[in-house]
């Protein structure tokens, strides 16, 4: 073997043994290659391994290895198999460091993969209170608010960076407050801490300062050692507004339904019509106050008001009120112009005023029927009082239900009229004249005093009736019956009983001789000539006479006698009058 040889069989054994000496556990750390620093992540081993067998490499390389003595052909067998084995252990190694960092992986990306659905859940959660179309509201111990939703936002009209860390009694009417803070106060001491499953209504406040109702559930919460309460807020003015058309429509129901049946009731218009006024007056949800006023045309001048009815009127207004023109103060407007008329206090409009008048409002509505003007309806409003379109609708659906209380009224008593009254010249007819005669016989019988029937007859009525024509004589009465007027007292009675026949009930006259006057007054009027279509008409009057005399006198005989009476001086010449006594044979 030669230099080159040996130095490379020397190199080799050195490599081979220092490789081998690096592996040996050093004292004191316990046997095996498991005890190397290096040995347990596996690295040591492969460059180990690496070493021997590069070691055994080169020497095998060595020209007569296998010839040459048994030391030195025995190297290369150690180099190469021990850097074999330690070449596997230390790829061992490495392969369960590498599967241990996989580990390590798979559990960094299945935490990360929890982290991401833990942020996905919480961004969750904190939407679904944002998202939620009621107002959420969280207060600390204190009642300072340190959450609220975008909900709550809209609802009161305030910024997150405006109310958060502010008391929430910046959300309560100032009357409230108090009520508020006693009522957690006892949700604070309650023994259940957190629960409360009442709901309660409450008014509250907006930035603005508006007040809008609300319905709220309120709880507490706690977490470690701090509580806070949270209130769940809708708004229900929605709702409120529904609920109060609907009284409202219910409450207008029942007054339309009571002036229907005022109309049915007995008693005369101006009686109704106090009753209707008291119900106009009375509607809960009317803004109007506990007085006004019903006027209606005045028949003898139709533009021309006259109060009927009226509640809560002083003196002052009594009297310049009776009877308004058309076109002076608020109500002769409404009447002109046959449309509503509304002021939220005095102005020029209001012609009647008196010292020491306060100021008010009106709402004057017509009352119409077929576009015709029957009245109106004065109601007076606060002073500063705002038009309102469900009132003003309201009031115009009560003066068309008047409307037809008055014309049914008016129906009634025009019917009533025709029943009892004669329609020519408008004076009472026989039926009441019999009514009214047979009360005034039980009044005398009580009282102890005097009546007198007259029976009247025209004279020569027939001529002019005959020469004339029969309007004329229709004139002709109606100007008889106007003097017959003029010639009685009001408590006194003269009717028309058919053709030209008339006949008068005096009450307590003051004897037997002031009847006697009474008779000759009429004599002497109706002896006046009457101008009737440019002629002088000249007629007269015979008159018969009957006094009750007792408890035996009823109406039909007390006109029985003074028929008798009238037609006894119809025999002895006419144009005066005569009392009936015994010697008359009594006409049937």
């Not at 290369?76 to 084995?85: K, N, Q, R, T």
Request: charged share 25%; hydrophobic share 40%.
């Amino acid at each position: 073997m030669g230099i080159m040889e040996t130095t490379i069989l020397h190199g080799a054994q050195a490599l081979i043994l220092g490789t081998a000496l690096l592996l040996l556990p050093r004292r004191g750390t316990g046997h095996g290659l498991r005890r190397w620093p290096g040995f347990k992540d596996g690295w040591g081993a492969v460059w180990g391994g690496f070493g021997l067998l590069l070691g055994g490499h080169l020497a095998a390389a060595a020209p007569g290895w296998l010839s040459g003595p048994v030391l030195p052909w025995t190297v290369p067998f150690v180099g190469l198999g021990g850097g074999l084995i330690v070449l596997s252990v230390g790829l061992r190694r490495l392969g369960a460091r590498t599967a241990s960092l996989d580990e390590v992986n798979g559990f960094c990306d299945r935490l990360t993969a929890a982290y991401a659905r833990l942020e996905q859940q919480w961004h969750r959660a904190h939407r679904v209170p944002q998202s939620a179309g009621d107002a959420i509201i969280a207060t600390d111990a204190k009642g300072r608010i340190v959450f609220w939703n975008q909900a709550a936002g809209t609802m009161f009209g305030f910024r997150d960076t405006d109310i958060l860390g502010q008391g929430v009694e910046t959300l309560i009417p100032e009357r409230q407050r108090s009520a508020h803070q006693e009522g957690l106060a006892r949700l604070a001491d309650s023994a259940d801490f957190g629960i409360d499953e009442g709901v309660r209504e409450l008014a509250a406040r907006r930035r603005d300062g508006s007040e809008f109702p609300i319905e709220m559930s309120l709880s507490g919460w706690q977490d470690g050692g701090e509580t806070g309460f949270v209130g769940v807020i809708r708004d229900i003015s929605d709702r409120k507004d529904l609920e109060a058309r609907r009284l409202r429509s219910q409450q207008s129901r029942v007054a339309i339904s009571t002036l229907l049946q005022i109309a049915l009731e007995p008693g005369s218009l101006s009686q109704q019509l106090e009753k209707a006024l008291e119900v106009i007056l009375s509607v809960p949800w009317l803004t109007i106050e506990a007085k006004g006023s019903i006027f209606l045309l005045d028949p003898r001048q139709e533009d021309v008001l006259v109060m009927v009815a009226q509640q809560g009127l002083s003196s002052h207004l009594l009297t310049a009120c009776a009877r308004i023109p058309f076109g002076y103060c608020l109500c002769g407007r409404a009447a002109q112009d046959q449309a509503p008329v509304f002021a939220d206090g005095l102005d020029h409009r209001h012609d009647v005023t008196f010292d020491g008048i306060r100021d008010h409002g009106h709402f004057c509505v017509p009352i119409l029927f077929q576009e015709r003007l029957l009245g109106v309806i004065n109601t007076y409003l606060a002073p500063g009082h705002v038009q309102d379109d469900e009132e003003t609708e309201f009031l115009v659906a009560m003066a068309n239900t008047l409307a037809g209380l008055i014309e049914r009224k008016s129906a009634e008593e025009r019917l009533e009229h025709l029943a009892y009254h004669d329609s020519l010249t408008g004076l009472p007819n026989r039926k009441l004249f019999q009514e009214r005669l047979a009360q005034d016989l039980a009044r005398a019988r009580r009282e102890g005093s005097l009546l007198a029937v007259m029976f009247m007859d025209l004279d020569r009525f027939k001529q002019v009736n005959d020469t004339l024509g029969h309007e004329a004589g229709d004139r002709l009465l109606h100007e008889v019956s106007d003097r017959l007027k003029g010639c009685l007292r009001k408590s006194d009675t003269v009717a028309r009983l058919g053709g030209d026949e008339f006949t008068v009930a005096l009450t307590v006259p003051s004897s037997r001789d002031g009847a006697l006057r009474v008779a000759d007054k009429i004599i002497e009027s109706l002896a006046r000539p009457f101008r009737i279509e440019g002629h002088d008409c000249q007629i007269g009057s015979s008159i018969g006479i009957c006094f009750s005399t007792g408890d035996e006198d009823d109406p039909e005989l007390l006109l029985q006698k003074a028929d008798t009476a009238m037609y006894a001086v119809k025999r002895a010449g006419r144009n005066a009058f005569r009392v009936y006594d015994d010697s008359m044979e009594l006409k049937n």
